[in-house]
């Protein structure tokens, strides 16, 4: 076995970071386009709903936070044998997937409640509304979000990947895509 220096070894994992890290980065920018330019198309739904503006800003970072710590849980149990990489349950895995669960359903709540006191104490339009679409909009994205999060980590894990290089840019852009398209969803079944 040749021998490695200790700086061969360092500019091989750097290298080995920025392979990983780049593209993802690269195509986290272009989902961020797409999702803007979604919630572009609809400005004209979106203006006519009191406090909207408020509730998206915490919409958009609760879901790319939640997935983020989600994914980042899922890569130190891999790396440490505790999580298995499949979705066959595990008590650790069920564990994380009611907390995300529970936390985007009361994070919803909150940020509705804020929009609502907001837009009735500026504005004073009070339109109950803007919380069922937080709350409505929080479930959607978690169906498709949380099973996102869980099969690109584990997949990336399998394949040698490591889920902590790529996982943050990736649950940014599809929880804001994801986030877009459950609120756009929740607004027309409001």
């Known amino acids: 076995?040749?021998?490695i220096s200790l700086h061969d070894y360092n500019l091989q994992m750097v290298?080995?970071?920025?392979?990983?890290?780049l593209p993802v980065e690269i195509i986290s920018?272009?989902?961020g386009l797409l999702a803007g330019t979604m919630l572009t198309f609809a400005a004209g739904e979106i203006y006519l709903i009191p406090g909207f503006l408020i509730l998206l800003p915490g919409f958009l970072e609760m879901r790319g936070n939640i997935s983020g710590s989600l994914s980042a849980r899922l890569s130190a149990g891999l790396f440490l044998g505790a999580?298995?990489?499949?979705?066959?349950?595990?008590?650790?895995?069920?564990?994380?997937?009611?907390?995300s669960f529970a936390l985007v359903?009361?994070?919803?709540?909150?940020?509705?409640?804020?929009?609502?006191?907001?837009?009735?104490?500026?504005f004073g339009v009070a339109e109950i509304k803007i919380i069922l679409i937080a709350l409505i909009a929080g479930i959607l994205s978690?169906?498709?979000?949380?099973?996102?999060?869980?099969?690109?980590?584990?997949?990336?894990?399998r394949?040698?990947?490591d889920p902590n290089n790529i996982m943050g840019p990736y649950v940014t852009t599809t929880g804001d895509i994801i986030s877009i398209l459950s609120l756009l969803i929740a607004i027309v079944i409001i």
């Open 83 to 99: 999580v298995k990489p499949k979705f066959a349950g595990g008590k650790i895995l069920k564990g994380n997937i009611v907390a």
């Open 1 to 3: 076995m040749p021998f």
């Open 105 to 122: 359903v009361f994070l919803s709540l909150f940020l509705g409640m804020i929009a609502y006191a907001a837009s009735s104490y500026f």
């Open 15 to 21: 290298t080995k970071d920025i392979k990983e890290i």
């Open 142 to 157: 978690n169906v498709v979000e949380i099973p996102l999060t869980i099969m690109a980590t584990f997949w990336l894990f």
């Open 29 to 31: 920018i272009t989902g």
């Open 159 to 161: 394949h040698g990947y």
